[in-house]
């Protein structure tokens, strides 16, 4: 299933750099994925800051972004680090915060794209935005090509961006605060967006504002965790007193 | 800075796990999509996890702080923005710029 030995021969780097046929996609990519890389970039400069005004060196940005690549989690990272929090804490939180992506197995169009590399690759990168992107409706004809590319441009100017921001928010002035607000506004555009993806399924967001309120009181500690634990068996009793009995115990 | 090779273990344990999540279901793709509650769950989780780290991102708020402020006013901002222009980029922009102008001005402690 090997494309080309152009690419098996980059292995060190997953990324895949398409051979003379697929560059036409790259251009295409572009158009497609301007604007979530448009929302990226100012999201990863105030990331790259936020990191450098936490006392964090500035490579460990880039290296954040370019490994771990998943916004949101890498937003909350930074205070678990700072905070000094035990590995397996960071291990149980980025699987909570992140469990979402199992979902996106269900429909992400991966049999469309050849080679092991660019497989692998593109469940590496497979952030929401690229999800959201690969699976919409005009996204249909698109070839592999064009979804590795997409989701490669998404990945660059994620950690592009936040290593700008890291190098450029020294020269922040220390009276200067309040970026990490970033975060919140994002999560409340993907709020808004999701839930009304919902199409009037009101209980569902009652459900996990009650969660949140409730760990919030009860787990101040270790809120997160206790937010989706509370949302996830809130979800399964609601689905079983709805009578709709799961194939799967 | 806190012990480099601490940090780098942290991102390398999020990078394992987040990688983890993202490509073994593709593995396990055929039992999970027959699976009713999956497809519930799949349907309901985004929206609910967006609210809850939403609220997580707001849980040292005190109404009785007038610091407060600067956050609640923020996310009017972006939550007004938002269902006027449906415009994500701009949202996010506008209210973390209200958030950053209050904090480092009105609300400076």
């Known amino acids: ?249 | 800075m806190p012990d480099p090779r601490y940090a780098v273990a942290a991102v390398l344990v999020t990078t394992a796990v987040t990688w983890g999540l993202r490509a073994l279901p593709f593995a396990a793709l055929t039992p999970l999509r027959a699976s009713r509650t999956v497809r519930y769950l799949s349907a309901r989780m985004p929206a609910g996890v967006m609210v809850i780290l939403l609220a997580y991102c707001l849980r040292d708020l005190s109404l009785t702080e007038k610091r407060s402020l600067a956050p609640l006013v923020a996310l009017a901002v972006t939550v007004g923005l938002h269902l006027w222009r449906r415009n994500a980029l701009l949202s996010i922009l506008g209210g973390t710029a209200v958030h950053v102008i209050l904090a480092s001005t009105v609300f400076a402690h």
């Open chain 1, 1 to 249: 299933m090997e494309t080309s030995p152009a690419v098996t021969g980059g292995r060190t780097r997953p990324v895949p750099v398409p051979a003379s046929a697929g560059r036409s996609e790259a251009p295409a990519a572009f158009r497609e994925s301007a604007g979530a890389v448009l929302g990226f970039v100012p999201l990863g400069l105030a990331f790259g800051a936020l990191v450098t005004q936490s006392g964090l060196d500035w490579w460990w940005a880039g290296l954040s972004a370019a490994l771990a690549f998943g916004g949101s989690f890498e937003f909350l990272l930074i205070g678990l680090v700072t905070a000094a929090a035990p590995l397996a804490a960071i291990a149980l939180s980025s699987f909570m915060v992140n469990v979402r992506h199992v979902f996106y197995a269900l429909s992400f169009p991966v049999h469309r794209i050849s080679g092991r590399l660019g497989k692998t690759y593109a469940t590496f990168a497979l952030c929401d935005e690229a999800y959201v992107l690969a699976t919409r409706e005009q996204a249909r004809s698109w070839p592999g090509r064009r979804i590795l590319w997409m989701q490669f441009l998404l990945h660059l100017s994620w950690a592009g961006s936040a290593i700008a921001g890291a190098l450029l928010g020294s020269l922040i002035p220390g009276n200067v605060t309040g970026l990490d607000f970033a975060l919140t506004a994002l999560f409340a555009v993907l709020a808004l967006d999701a839930v009304r993806e919902l199409r009037g399924d009101l209980p569902t967001p009652v459900l996990a504002l009650l969660s949140a309120l409730g760990a919030r009181v009860l787990f101040p500690g270790e809120m997160l965790l206790a937010a989706f634990g509370l949302f996830a068996a809130a979800l399964l009793a609601r689905q079983l007193t709805t009578g709709k009995r799961p194939s799967h115990a």
